[in-house]
């Protein structure tokens, strides 16, 4: 066995990660106390393996719900129907309000009418970007997305880009698949919601831990996860697990030592919009244009911070007791046969998939930086952005399992490998994908984190002229 199989990934010291995270400190909303103090967490963790640690703060906008209810009329009497509201979306008047069911079996515009107007829209389907627009021009009441898979509670998601700017003003929320075959089976017809969101300025934190490379320390490899999880949840698998694997490889690799700079990254708020990648891609793209500015900048010999990333590893979804690892790689094709090759030595099923995924390495990919993304599938995963995602189904066997292929991999092509196997390129036939990635990481996390940035400096803007008008008195 040489040196770069031999593997030191312990599943037991992950699984003491996932259970910090997931049920000491429980639910990690972005922007929230519950994210914040995971984000102390991780960051003590990384400094305890003598790596170089900061934290990247950025604003966001953090929400929750303070009442959400459903009544439908079957006949003359009223029941509750369980529904779960969608974070920052509008809120309807104190009382609630009443108004007429309207049901729709399918998401194609062309079923969008002025038949809605007015009225509580139960729709069964993914609108498809673009098309939220189209939804929001028939001026409904209401909007509550019916779960097209059968599933034991709705998703918890909030509205983000394009959905935020098309639906805002309107209550929407999400519910079982069952209960909207309930609601039609009983053929009722008239509804009543009460929904009460709050929203509040707040940020959010990237937790990096660097090791500096000893032959190549100008070649930066990113292995990152994020550790935020949806409203209300622990999840566990998503994505304590991931954040395990990436503390976890830290301490192992940074034990073995590297040629190259590894940039091990915590994300924040990546549920509510991929938002801590997003503003780390955009800060590379920033210095990058500042120093190629520099008169002292030489474009052959120089490299800019955005030029030295060569790699990032992506570790979303792990920790299934049962399920099917996979892998979505941006980038050249050596990187989907270094993984099929691997599996096979180790004996390890991964399957390889071109393309994006949404996850924490697609805005890196979409400035040209090539990503690997590891994820682990099927089974109880279909509980995620949900109270069910805890950690009754996650197993310190599948950490390691996970964790060792990982250790193997980049220990081969990235800490020891006299130079790097894969070429920093993302071709042509992969920029249309990612695309929608690279426009919101130069644009920003979207509006949401550009209001609170603005919110915030106001706010903070109002204290000293406050504090002057006391003392005048």
């Given at each position: 066995?040489?040196?770069?199989?031999?593997?030191?990934?312990?599943?037991?010291?992950?699984?003491?990660?996932?259970?910090?995270?997931?049920?000491?400190?429980?639910?990690?909303?972005?922007?929230?106390?519950?994210?914040?103090?995971?984000?102390?967490?991780?960051?003590?963790?990384?400094?305890?393996?003598?790596?170089?640690?900061?934290?990247?703060?950025?604003?966001?906008?953090?929400?929750?719900?303070?009442?959400?209810?459903?009544?439908?009329?079957?006949?003359?009497?009223?029941?509750d129907v369980p529904i779960q509201p969608v974070g920052l979306s509008a809120s309807t008047p104190a009382a609630g309000f009443t108004g007429k069911l309207h049901v729709l079996e399918s998401a194609d515009p062309d079923y969008f009418t002025s038949e809605m107007a007015g009225k509580i829209v139960l729709l069964c389907g993914k609108v498809k970007p673009?098309?939220?627009?189209?939804?929001?021009?028939?001026?409904?009441?209401?909007?509550?997305?019916?779960?097209?898979?059968?599933?034991?509670?709705?998703?918890?998601?909030?509205?983000?880009?394009?959905?935020?700017?098309?639906?805002?003003?309107?209550?929407?929320?999400?519910?079982?698949?069952?209960?909207?075959?309930?609601?039609?089976?009983?053929?009722?017809?008239?509804?009543?919601?009460?929904?009460?969101?709050?929203?509040?300025?707040?940020?959010?934190?990237?937790?990096?831990?660097?090791l500096t490379g000893t032959d190549r320390p100008d070649e930066i490899v990113v292995i990152c996860g994020h550790y935020d999880s949806s409203r209300g949840v622990a999840g566990a698998s998503d994505n304590a697990g991931g954040a395990a694997l990436v503390m976890e490889l830290a301490r192992v690799l940074s034990a073995a030592g590297s040629k190259r700079?590894?940039?091990?990254?915590?994300?924040?708020?990546?549920?509510?919009?991929?938002?801590?990648?997003?503003?780390?891609?955009?800060?590379?793209?920033?210095?990058?244009?500042?120093?190629?500015?520099?008169?002292?900048?030489?474009?052959?010999?120089?490299?800019?911070?955005?030029?030295?990333?060569?790699?990032?590893?992506?570790?979303?979804?792990?920790?299934?007791?049962?399920?099917?690892?996979?892998?979505?790689?941006?980038?050249?094709?050596?990187?989907?046969?270094?993984?099929?090759?691997?599996?096979?030595?180790?004996?390890?099923?991964?399957?390889?998939?071109?393309?994006?995924?949404?996850?924490?390495?697609?805005?890196?990919?979409?400035?040209?930086?090539?990503?690997?993304?590891?994820?682990?599938?099927?089974?109880?995963?279909?509980?995620?952005?949900?109270?069910?995602?805890?950690?009754?189904?996650?197993?310190?066997?599948?950490?390691?399992?996970?964790?060792?292929?990982?250790?193997?991999?980049?220990?081969?092509?990235?800490?020891?490998?006299?130079?790097?196997?894969?070429?920093?390129?993302?071709?042509?036939?992969?920029?249309?994908?990612?695309?929608?990635?690279?426009?919101?990481?130069?644009?920003?996390?979207?509006?949401?984190?550009?209001?609170?940035?603005?919110?915030?400096?106001?706010?903070?803007?109002?204290?000293?002229?406050?504090?002057?008008?006391?003392?005048?008195?």
């Amino acid at each position: 066995m040489d040196k770069t199989t031999r593997t030191q990934f312990d599943g037991r010291k992950a699984m003491a990660h996932v259970e910090h995270l997931a049920v000491t400190i429980g639910p990690r909303l972005t922007g929230t106390p519950g994210e914040h103090t995971a984000a102390a967490y991780i960051e003590k963790t990384f400094k305890s393996f003598g790596l170089s640690t900061h934290r990247q703060k950025f604003p966001v906008q953090t929400f929750d719900s303070a009442k959400c209810r459903l009544a439908v009329q079957d006949g003359r009497k009223w029941r509750d129907v369980p529904i779960q509201p969608v974070g920052l979306s509008a809120s309807t008047p104190a009382a609630g309000f009443t108004g007429k069911l309207h049901v729709l079996e399918s998401a194609d515009p062309d079923y969008f009418t002025s038949e809605m107007a007015g009225k509580i829209v139960l729709l069964c389907g993914k609108v498809k970007p673009g098309d939220h627009f189209k939804l929001a021009a028939c001026k409904p009441k209401a909007v509550i997305f019916v779960e097209e898979h059968l599933t034991e509670e709705p998703v918890r998601v909030n509205l983000r880009g394009e959905t935020l700017e098309a639906l805002g003003k309107v209550p929407v929320g999400r519910m079982r698949h069952l209960d909207g075959v309930d609601i039609v089976a009983r053929g009722a017809t008239k509804a009543r919601l009460k929904m009460v969101n709050t929203q509040r300025a707040s940020h959010c934190f990237n937790v990096i831990g660097e090791l500096t490379g000893t032959d190549r320390p100008d070649e930066i490899v990113v292995i990152c996860g994020h550790y935020d999880s949806s409203r209300g949840v622990a999840g566990a698998s998503d994505n304590a697990g991931g954040a395990a694997l990436v503390m976890e490889l830290a301490r192992v690799l940074s034990a073995a030592g590297s040629k190259r700079t590894l940039r091990f990254i915590a994300f924040g708020g990546e549920e509510t919009g991929l938002q801590g990648s997003r503003h780390y891609a955009r800060e590379l793209l920033k210095a990058d244009k500042r120093q190629r500015k520099l008169k002292t900048f030489n474009d052959k010999t120089d490299k800019t911070e955005l030029a030295r990333h060569v790699l990032t590893f992506n570790a979303d979804v792990h920790g299934a007791v049962l399920g099917k690892h996979n892998f979505k790689y941006s980038g050249s094709e050596d990187l989907a046969a270094a993984v099929r090759l691997l599996a096979k030595e180790l004996g390890v099923a991964t399957g390889t998939e071109r393309g994006p995924m949404s996850s924490d390495g697609s805005p890196l990919a979409a400035i040209g930086i090539p990503a690997l993304q590891f994820a682990r599938g099927g089974g109880t995963t279909g509980y995620l952005h949900s109270t069910l995602d805890d950690i009754r189904f996650v197993s310190p066997d599948a950490l390691e399992k996970a964790g060792r292929f990982s250790e193997v991999l980049l220990k081969r092509y990235v800490t020891t490998a006299a130079a790097m196997a894969f070429p920093r390129e993302i071709p042509d036939g992969q920029k249309a994908d990612l695309e929608k990635y690279k426009v919101t990481a130069e644009r920003g996390a979207g509006k949401v984190g550009r209001a609170a940035g603005k919110r915030a400096t106001k706010k903070a803007a109002k204290k000293p002229a406050k504090k002057a008008k006391r003392r005048a008195r």
